[in-house]
């Protein structure tokens, strides 16, 4: 199947300004093409992988990726799908939101060109490079005055905002769509870039980008936009009851980003196969049929949940994540990292404790019981422990007179409790 066709299949396909156009010109040879990626925080997040691996898939096929981050856009703030006005970053904020996307960026692209077969690589670009030289003045003459307001005011982008009495628009998020539009104009120019993907919020402003490239240009460009990535229930994927999932490791554990995928649903999770991963049509298939004759074994997600922890965070935090989760569900400890470890501190209820109680002949159980919360009460505890419920570093304690001490400490400052199943709690020895 041609690229366009297995963006359909794996339901990447949303809108474009001309599909028999656009497929008779990826029919003819390698394309440049382009998205961009406003620094609205320091990381990028799952929401921005859809786009980003749009641009590596082209990649792969032989097409030429350009990934932009939005320096000068970034300053601004897109109204698209915002209910609300963004507050403006500081240039400080921005600079720094800048270098780390970039790197994230620079991730899932290939750069070097010696690793490409069709000798394509990525280029990574700034809009702030074209735009921030340029006068006020300057862009209303060479941008402002090939739009009318009135085409503005009928994306929808706009137009969702301005219905909003209480709230409105702002001229300077108003003025966003010219500032896209003049990216693609720029790159259209400079590098030969003929299409420019992206969610389907980002049809206005795409399209202001093609409109002022046939003005100014007399030439083509086009666009073509995926469906926002959502749930089976219509919601947005991407948000945790926590917040936001991050590609940062440091913002979001690769064990939480393991388990975001574990526990999608089977409504889910083929369509994240199919738009996420990499993974082939006949794999996503097989695991289609797999996951309709043992849903309960949960294949899909294991294999949602590896690629998507392999591709952003490599194969050792893949391996660590997966080992996390093997604790969590009562496995053994032998051999385990703290760094391992401290993901499962971060997951459950953690409490402190004074390393002089446990020294010498230490604690009873039943007072750790008490002091970690897995026990209202002394004689709870006890009555926990004889029914064999209690387990210390994952090994069940059937002794009620068992005391703990220093020597039951991981890493000399932690101690694992669980209760039945899945109800665990962890002492922070200080």
């Known amino acids: 199947m041609t690229l366009l066709e297995e963006l359909q299949w794996r339901g990447l396909y949303a809108d474009c300004t001309d599909a028999d156009a656009l497929a008779q010109r990826l029919n003819d040879g390698p394309v440049a093409l382009y998205c961009g990626f406003d620094p609205t925080a320091d990381s990028l997040h799952v929401g921005n992988l859809v786009p980003l691996f749009a641009l590596r898939r082209f990649q792969l096929a032989g097409h030429h990726p350009i990934a932009l981050a939005g320096g000068a856009t970034g300053m601004v703030g897109d109204p698209s799908g915002k209910s609300a006005e963004r507050n403006l970053q500081t240039p400080a904020q921005v600079d720094h939101n800048i270098a780390s996307v970039q790197q994230q960026l620079a991730t899932f692209l290939e750069f070097d060109a010696a690793k490409t077969p069709a000798n394509n690589p990525a280029r990574l670009v700034n809009n702030a490079d074209w735009t921030a030289p340029m006068s006020y003045l300057d862009f209303l003459r060479e941008v402002g005055k090939f739009f009318t307001v009135n085409w503005m005011v009928a994306k929808e982008s706009v137009r969702a905002r301005m219905e909003d009495r209480e709230n409105g628009i702002s001229y300077t998020e108003f003025s966003y769509m010219l500032l896209q539009a003049f990216d693609f104009y720029y790159l259209r120019k400079n590098l030969n870039c003929e299409l ?87 794999e996503i298939t097989a695991l289609e049929t797999e996951l309709k004759a043992n849903p309960g074994a949960r294949a899909a997600q294991k294999a949602l949940a590896r690629a998507m922890t392999v591709t952003v965070h490599g194969e050792a935090a893949f391996a660590d994540a997966q080992r996390a989760s093997e604790i969590m569900f009562g496995g053994g400890l032998d051999g385990v990292s703290e760094t391992v470890f401290r993901d499962v501190v971060g997951e459950v209820p953690t409490k402190e404790l004074e390393r002089a109680k446990l020294e010498g002949a230490g604690l009873s159980l039943s007072d750790v019981l008490v002091h970690s919360g897995l026990a209202p009460s002394k004689g709870q505890a006890r009555k926990d422990i004889e029914g064999g419920g209690i387990y210390v570093n994952n090994v069940r304690a059937n002794e009620v007179a068992r005391h703990i001490s220093t020597s039951d400490l991981l890493f000399d400052r932690y101690l694992l409790l669980r209760k039945g199943k899945r109800t665990y709690a962890v002492l922070n020895v200080i």
Do not use: C, H
């Open 196 to 282: 420019q993907v992206g969610a389907t919020d980002q049809w206005g402003n795409i399209t202001a980008g093609t409109e002022l490239i046939r003005k100014k240009l007399n030439e083509t460009g086009y666009g073509l936009v995926f469906p926002l990535l959502t749930k089976s229930d219509g919601t947005k994927y991407g948000k945790t009851a926590t917040g936001t999932v991050w590609l940062d490791p440091k913002r979001t554990s690769p064990y939480r980003f393991y388990q975001f995928f574990m526990q999608a649903e089977d409504a889910d999770v083929v369509k994240l196969l199919k738009v996420l991963t990499f993974l082939t049509p006949a």
